[in-house]
Nanobody, 125 residues
Framework: QVHVVESGGGLVQAGGSLRLSCAVS????????MVWYRQAPGKQRELVSG???????NYADSVKGRFTISRDNAKNTVYLQMNSLKPEDTAVYYC???????????????????WGQGTQVTVSS
């Protein structure tokens, strides 16, 4: 079973920084993409930033120039460095990982699309 675990959230003042981490484990064969989403109270979940296995990245317009996504393939971990945080960045941040993994009883790796439990980021004004 694939596990996705986020960490690094917390309370920070506007203008401050946080670094989120997302670690994927559990029979991993390959990870094609890892993506950060966020969901604020009363709002829909939105894409924040993503990175592919080849290192291609994308960002929501609202975070460009402030957030940086990076990836450690050896550790199956993705990071989101968040600088110049604003109160509107307050949300639960979720990590989504897509790839292939070995499951019990299977000879070949199978696709997975797994989510973490989320980590709260609160930015005070």
């Amino acid at each position: 079973q694939v596990h996705v675990v986020e960490s690094g959230g917390g309370l920070v003042q506007a203008g401050g920084s946080l670094r989120l981490s997302c670690a994927v484990s559990g029979g991993i064969f390959s990870i094609d993409a890892m993506v950060w989403y966020r969901q604020a109270p009363g709002k829909q979940r939105e894409l924040v930033s993503g990175i592919t296995s080849g290192g291609s990245t994308n960002y929501a317009d609202s975070v460009k120039g402030r957030f940086t996504i990076s990836r450690d393939n050896a550790k199956n971990t993705v990071y989101l460095q968040m600088n110049s945080l604003k109160p509107e960045d307050t949300a639960v941040y979720y990590c989504n990982a897509v790839g292939k993994a070995y499951y019990s009883g299977s000879y070949y790796p199978a696709d997975f699309d797994s989510w973490g439990q989320g980590t709260q980021v609160t930015v005070s004004s």
